[in-house]
């Protein structure tokens, strides 16, 4: 079992940045350093939409067209698998980028940009963006 923990959303105003973290801790039996993380959004009637991943060595990120050079994510592995940090550093926000944002942890070799091969999924937290 893998428990996630979000942080960092609000509101902005266009142009400006943002920073979510999403805190995730996990039972020795999922190995949490291996896994794939990564965030996706939903805005209200559309469709929760891939934004960003990154793997479980942090050698390869992912992003969404929306998120491409405005986004990037990054993250901290425990040494001890207790605990490992995802961070999604946001800029040059938009007001199309208004949506809950959720955290979301895929095994090895699932594919994290696919909503429907996601293992574990944190509450989300609201992003809001105004001009």
């Known amino acids: 079992q893998v428990q996630l923990e979000e942080s960092g959303g609000g509101l902005a105003q266009t142009g400006g940045s943002l920073r979510l973290s999403c805190a995730a801790s996990a039972a020795s039996r999922f190995t949490l350093s291996f896994a794939n993380m990564g965030w996706f959004r939903q805005a209200p009637g559309k469709e929760r939409e891939f934004v960003a991943a990154i793997t479980g060595n942090g050698g390869s990120t992912y992003y969404g067209d929306s998120a491409k050079g405005r986004f990037t994510i990054s993250r901290d592995n425990a040494r001890d698998n207790a605990k490992n940090t995802v961070y999604l550093q946001m800029n040059s926000l938009k007001s199309e980028d208004t949506a809950v944002y959720y955290c979301?942890?895929?095994?090895?070799?699932?594919?994290?940009?696919?909503?429907?091969?996601?293992?574990?999924w944190g509450q989300g937290t609201q992003v809001t963006v105004s001009s």
């Open positions: 979301a942890v895929a095994p090895v070799g699932a594919n994290i940009r696919a909503k429907n091969e996601v293992r574990y």
